[in-house]
């Protein structure tokens, strides 16, 4: 159930529909949906919210597509839903950026409270992986080789602003070495660059660093502790460079003024899709973690709000 705090984001969607009688006469579902994804086709999440849009289109008896909006850490996809009709046909599966750009751009081209947060998908932990070509096996010797090595280390990234920016920045900072970033328009684009040679490292999904096991090695994750499906991989702390357990998330979220009766029926909806177990294990398989836990994602997200913009202004991180 929606709470308190997520319905006062969409009291402005209540009155709207009060005041459209031909609105609130029409059966919701009627037609296709639209999920937006800030990332290009081919990643973990990208991948995931294709699974839920396929188990959603099933349960609403209505078509729903899978739309890839990349470039600009997220704020293309966020803008083109912050401003979308609020009439439920159009949601956002998004992860961290969404609540990151608010802090690291001055002027974002969206506000947090354009955006009604729906239910959550999973927590998102980011690891650290290395071409085996490196020639290090740990994350002590990548950071030994970091700082004899007369030019700085290249480390790709799934975008300007991305946690794998700001986990890389934070990794630079507590260990004094220097690293180039290197942007890239989405997780796929710069696993490929690992496996290309094109950089020394890289932040991405451990979803994605599992995949890519025969040809890199995943030295660290960035979360509070060891994941279940993947408790051989160390997390940063453990590894003795520790990143203040910056784990990632994902969710859905859509246009602030949409009606509480949508909201709610897509809060009950995208909460039980994740749950069932065969999207629940692939959800674990990619990566993920189960934030069944969270009963108030609104609440959270407000939460995760501040705690990035405390790591961003503590870090002086800017792009």
């Known amino acids: 159930m929606l709470t308190r705090r997520s319905l006062m984001r969409s009291a402005v969607g209540i009155a709207a529909l009060a005041a459209t009688p031909a609105l609130a006469q029409s059966p919701w579902p009627s037609r296709l949906l639209k999920i937006v994804v800030p990332l290009p086709p081919g990643g973990v999440m990208d991948g995931l919210t294709r699974v839920v849009a396929d188990r959603l289109a099933q349960r609403l008896g209505q078509s729903v597509i899978v739309e890839n909006k990349p470039g600009a850490n997220g704020m293309i996809a966020a803008s083109a839903v912050a401003g979308a009709d609020p009439d439920g046909y159009t949601i956002l599966s998004t992860m961290s950026s969404i609540v990151q750009n608010v802090s690291l751009h001055k002027s974002p081209s969206y506000k947090m409270s354009d955006l009604l947060p729906l239910a959550p998908l999973g927590r998102l932990p980011i690891a650290f992986i290395v071409p085996k070509t490196l020639g290090v096996t740990t994350l002590r010797d990548f950071v030994e080789k970091a700082r004899s090595s007369p030019k700085p280390l290249s480390y790709g990234t799934y975008g300007l602003g991305s946690s794998a920016h700001i986990i890389g920045e934070v990794l630079m900072k507590n260990t004094g070495i220097k690293l180039l970033q290197v942007p890239y328009r989405g997780e796929a684009p710069a696993l490929t660059a690992i496996l290309a040679g094109e ?121």
């Open 199 to 319: 950089v020394d490292s890289a932040f991405v999904s451990v979803g994605g660093a599992v995949a890519q096991r025969e040809n890199a090695l995943t030295l660290a994750i960035a979360n509070p502790a060891r994941m279940k499906r993947y408790a051989d991989i160390p997390t940063f702390d453990e590894a003795g460079f520790p990143v203040l357990g910056l784990t990632g998330f994902s969710g859905f979220f859509a246009p602030a003024a949409v009606p509480k009766p949508v909201a709610d029926r897509l809060n009950k909806e995208l909460r039980e899709i994740v749950a069932l177990p065969d999207v629940n294990s692939k959800l674990l398989d990619l990566g993920f973690e189960d934030m069944s836990d969270i009963a108030d994602f609104a609440g959270f997200v407000d939460d995760e709000v501040k705690r990035w913009a405390s790591v961003i202004h503590e870090f002086n991180i800017s792009i």
